[in-house]
């Protein structure tokens, strides 16, 4: 069999950070901090350079803090073919006037800066260490280089929302557009703890069976609740109930006949995202608004996922993950052992490593048989991988939600519960 080839890298130049982000995975992994080392990362991009159509150079660290980083964008320049992209991604705090300057005439394709709101008081509060006037100047920075010297790079600002700030969105819409952005990519908050899920602005259940169950909502969570206790034999309810019953019955098999299960104990969870999502789809749409108005590309995050369309992004653009220690993992949720709070529990997951590349050539690690079924098995997700927002038992310690062991489908590893897969988070590679 022919071998295959990645054509995409993300390679984590660090995992070390200058910023203390709320959000941050940071605050929940016992990871060893190091830097990609120089001859490494050399090796690795002479190795595959010629298959290669992008690099990615950010992982869960801040790249301008390796000491290597601007040599390394040298390399990759020189060693990648001509129309291969080079994409960074940086929290903005360590670039001034005349290092924008260096990494934009060296041929950076895209640069993209975190900038969650305008607003400065919330911005240092949850980018923690940071000096917002700093960021904003740094933007102001590369925009103006850009223009000076006619430079065709992209910039881009990467903004995790939440309840905090997601009404401040066409603001900072509005504002970076005046600072000659190309694009906006948006991102719901990952939460890795309970708390953090109270800032979660989605819900998990597919948008088509909360569409058929939304009209028994009037009818209040402890009547919904004995019928269907009733529909199992449970309980015997009320006349009230009865008829309830029935109605939910004929719901769910309408659910069922479109393809869906119906996940009501977690819909009535949701009950108050679900009530602010219609204020949520108006300040998108006035966000759309604003950026089209302005030549900006903005890029928003699913509100509802779809369990019928649901995609790996890293499987989509033949994309690997380098861990800055050499590792290699499918994607950067797989990188470290870290927990998530997904679907009202919290998920244990354990890190996904194909191989070293101090040790094994990546063409190798990307063709070992392990890693070639992994990518075949998602390349038809919807088929072959369940979602576990529209599954009842997600939510009552399910033993294939404690970790992204296995699924119930029997796929190792667990994707079932992937956030981004559903477009629920997005990743910039």
Not at 236 to 258: G, M, N, Q, T
Request: hydrophobic share 40%; charged share 25%.
């Amino acid at each position: 069999m022919d071998k295959d080839y990645p054509e995409a890298l993300q390679i984590e130049v660090t995992n070390r950070c200058n910023f203390n982000c709320y959000m941050c995975i940071r605050h929940f992994w016992g990871a060893n901090l190091v830097d990609l080392s120089l001859d490494l990362y050399r090796r690795v991009l002479r190795s595959i350079s010629q298959y290669l159509r992008k690099i990615i150079l950010y992982g869960f660290g801040e790249p301008f803090i390796n000491p290597n980083f601007i040599k390394m964008l040298k390399i990759a320049r020189e060693i990648l073919p001509k129309d291969s992209e080079i994409v960074v991604s940086t929290n903005g705090s360590m670039l001034n006037a005349n290092l924008s300057e260096r990494v934009l005439k060296i041929g950076v394709d895209n640069i993209s800066f975190s900038i969650d709101t305008i607003d400065i008081h919330k911005l240092k509060r949850v980018r923690k260490g940071s000096e917002p006037k700093m960021l904003l100047e740094n933007i102001h920075f590369i925009a103006k280089m850009k223009k000076l010297y006619k430079i065709h790079s992209k910039l881009g600002i990467e903004v995790v929302l939440m309840k905090d700030n997601f009404k401040d969105l066409p603001s900072l819409v509005e504002r970076m557009a005046k600072e000659d952005v190309d694009y906006i990519m948006v991102s719901n908050i990952i939460p890795y703890t309970e708390k953090m899920s109270h800032e979660a602005l989605y819900v998990t259940i597919s948008k088509k069976p909360l569409e058929i169950v939304k009209p028994i909502l009037k009818y209040g969570r402890r009547a919904i609740l004995d019928a269907i206790y009733e529909m199992f034999s449970v309980i015997y309810s009320a006349e009230i109930e009865s008829s309830l019953s029935r109605i939910i019955d004929k719901f769910w098999r309408e659910a069922e006949e479109a393809g869906y299960w119906i996940n009501l104990p977690l819909l009535f969870e949701s009950i108050e995202r679900v009530s602010i999502i219609e204020e949520i789809e108006k300040i998108f749409e006035l966000s759309r608004k604003i950026a089209r108005e302005n030549g900006v590309f903005l890029s928003l995050p699913n509100l509802y996922p779809d369990a019928k369309d649901r995609r790996c992004p890293y499987v989509d653009k033949k994309a690997a993950f380098i861990r800055s220690d050499g590792a290699i993992a499918p994607c950067q949720e797989f990188a470290y052992k870290h927990p998530v709070y997904v679907n009202m529990h919290t998920k244990i997951v354990n890190p996904v490593i194909f191989g070293d590349s101090k040790r094994e050539g990546i063409i190798n690690i990307w063709n070992k048989k392990e890693y070639a079924a992994f990518r075949e098995v998602r390349e038809k997700m919807p088929e072959n991988v369940p979602w576990c927002g529209d599954c009842l038992y997600s939510m009552f310690k399910c033993f294939f939600t404690e970790t992204n062991s296995m699924d119930c489908f029997m796929n190792k590893p667990s994707c079932s519960e992937c956030l981004y897969s559903a477009n629920i988070s997005q990743c910039n590679i």
